[in-house]
């Protein structure tokens, strides 16, 4: 099992589903996922979602949609985010500052290169506890090592 796999399945554990490969992940962190009964599951960190697509070919079918296409490539955030930071290393992806994922805010200045498995550790944590939420609660972040 890859390392990858290891953190979605920690991390994102309280979604019910058992990741068994990830089929592909954008520069910012979006991912294509397969579970171990080969439902294929598109995992959104930024909204802290994972959606069920079905098979191979229903997959296939929602990521090549015109919408899942501009989320996926991200063009501007990825472009200004190697102007400032330059590409990502190996393993890197780009992704927002935890607080400005929260917030939803996507300016530049919230832009950071990050470890992927960590930004999947990140993203989980964040939506587990903010998944019953209501739209625009207030929230504090608190980090601990």
Same mark, same amino acid.
Do not use: C
């Given at each position: 099992?890859?390392? @990858?796999? $290891? +953190?979605?399945?920690? *991390?994102? &554990?309280?979604?019910?589903? /058992?990741?068994?490969?990830?089929?592909?992940?954008? !520069?910012?962190?979006?991912?294509?996922?397969?579970?171990?009964?080969?439902?294929?599951?598109?995992?959104?960190?930024?909204?802290?979602?994972?959606?069920?697509?079905?098979?191979?070919?229903?997959?296939?079918?929602?990521?090549?949609?015109? @919408?899942? $296409? +501009?989320?996926?490539? *991200?063009? &501007?955030?990825?472009?200004? /985010?190697?102007?400032?930071?330059?590409?990502?290393? !190996?393993?890197?992806?780009?992704?927002?500052?935890?607080?400005?994922?929260?917030?939803?805010?996507?300016?530049?200045?919230?832009?950071?290169?990050?470890?992927?498995?960590?930004?999947?550790?990140?993203?989980?944590?964040?939506?587990?506890?903010?998944?019953?939420?209501?739209?625009? *609660?207030?929230?504090?972040?608190?980090?601990?090592?």
């Amino acid at each position: 099992m890859t390392r @990858e796999v $290891i +953190a979605l399945n920690a *991390a994102w &554990a309280w979604t019910g589903v /058992a990741f068994a490969e990830v089929i592909a992940h954008s !520069l910012m962190g979006h991912m294509l996922v397969v579970d171990e009964a080969g439902t294929y599951h598109y995992v959104d960190p930024d909204l802290g979602e994972v959606t069920a697509l079905g098979n191979e070919d229903a997959a296939r079918a929602h990521m090549d949609r015109a @919408e899942t $296409i +501009a989320i996926w490539r *991200a063009d &501007a955030l990825v472009d200004a /985010a190697g102007k400032r930071l330059g590409p990502p290393a !190996l393993g890197e992806v780009y992704s927002l500052t935890p607080q400005a994922l929260v917030a939803g805010d996507y300016r530049e200045e919230n832009l950071v290169r990050i470890d992927f498995v960590r930004l999947i550790q990140i993203t989980g944590e964040i939506a587990r506890q903010t998944r019953d939420l209501p739209e625009g *609660a207030l929230v504090n972040i608190k980090v601990v090592d």
